[in-house]
């Protein structure tokens, strides 16, 4: 419990030095949601929501495997020759620090891994489109691309280590596990992924959807590619403060 209680306390430092204007210049961590695709495309839908984290993690597990088959084989002594069959996809694993331990009477703690379990749930729009689906997500981190990949939420586990005097979870801890989900490599490199180059941005006063499609691709005619990768109807009602997810160059260019 004392261990609990120190960590707590260091991370709790951190979040009172943001508040005070000395961690506004760190770049958050986020995770951004999206509704799976439709058909057999392997862009991510809509997006859902952009859960932002509080802190930023203080370790990533990434893995990857391979794949190798060796059929047995009685006339060879030593075994047969395996035969490669291929990589696995990429595997990461985050630990989500959640504490709003200085507002006890607040519910984010919960709202925000409620949020992180709706990743393991089946979407409206998949089950309306009959492709049942949970979403997809891009785990994104400034310029952390070796990290930034599409996958599904394999698992979300939330340990509640502070509660307030009404029994709501005020301090939690959820390990993520993201598997990946490969896409399509054509005209790639080996260091560059078709989402890899995908960034967040927030929208500002006289933001347009064609402004943005000249200043990232020097096109403006590419705005639908914006809009149809954030679900936008009607471009002409942007929000100023919002987030839209920007796609990057090679699908654009697809």
């Given at each position: 419990?004392?261990?609990?209680?120190?960590?707590?306390?260091?991370?709790?430092g951190?979040?009172?030095g943001?508040?005070?204007g000395?961690?506004k210049?760190?770049?958050?961590?986020?995770?951004a949601?999206h509704?799976?695709?439709v058909?057999e495309?392997?862009?991510?839908?809509?997006l859902?929501?952009n859960?932002?984290?509080?802190f930023?993690p203080?370790?990533?597990?990434?893995?990857?495997?391979?794949?190798?088959?060796?059929?047995?084989?009685?006339?060879?002594r030593d075994?047969s020759?395996?035969?490669?069959?291929?990589p696995?996809?990429?595997r990461?694993?985050?630990?989500v620090?959640?504490d709003?331990?200085d507002e006890?009477?607040?519910?984010?703690?919960l709202?925000?891994?409620?949020?992180?379990?709706?990743?393991?749930?089946v979407t409206?729009?998949?089950?309306?489109?009959?492709?049942p689906s949970?979403?997809?997500?891009?785990?994104?981190?400034?310029?952390?691309?070796?990290?930034?990949?599409?996958?599904?939420?394999?698992s979300?586990?939330?340990?509640?280590?502070?509660?307030?005097?009404t029994g709501?979870?005020?301090r939690?801890?959820?390990?993520?596990?993201l598997?990946?989900?490969?896409g399509?490599?054509?005209r790639?490199n080996?260091t560059?992924?078709?989402?890899?180059?995908?960034?967040?941005?927030r929208?500002?006063?006289g933001?347009?959807l064609?402004?943005?499609?000249?200043?990232e691709y020097?096109?403006?005619?590419?705005?639908?590619v914006i809009?149809?990768t954030?679900?936008?109807?009607?471009p002409?009602?942007?929000?100023p403060?919002?987030?839209?997810?920007?796609?990057?160059?090679?699908?654009v260019?697809a």
């Open positions: 419990m004392a261990g609990h209680g120190g960590r707590g306390g260091g991370r709790g951190a979040k009172g943001a508040k005070g000395a961690g210049s760190l770049v958050r961590a986020s995770l949601i509704q799976p695709p058909g495309s392997t862009t991510p839908g809509a859902i929501k859960f932002t984290f509080d930023n203080s370790q990533l597990t990434m893995s990857r495997r391979t794949t190798w088959k060796a059929t047995p084989s009685a006339a060879v075994g020759e395996p035969e490669f069959m291929g696995e996809p990429r990461l694993g985050i630990d620090f959640l709003s331990s006890p009477d607040g519910n984010s703690v709202k925000k891994a409620e949020a992180l379990f709706s990743c393991c749930e409206e729009a998949s089950l309306a489109a009959k492709q949970t979403p997809w997500v891009v785990f994104q981190w400034g310029s952390f691309s070796t990290a930034r990949f599409t996958a599904y939420v394999e979300v586990d939330a340990t509640y280590t502070l509660f307030s005097t709501v979870p005020i939690a801890t959820c390990q993520v596990q598997h990946e989900i490969p399509s490599t054509e790639q080996p560059s992924g078709a989402l890899t180059a995908r960034r967040v941005h929208l500002v006063a933001d347009s064609q402004s943005l499609a000249w200043r020097g096109d403006a005619t590419v705005w639908r809009a149809e954030n679900g936008i109807d009607d002409s009602r942007l929000e403060g919002s987030e839209l997810i920007l796609p990057a160059v090679e699908e260019t």
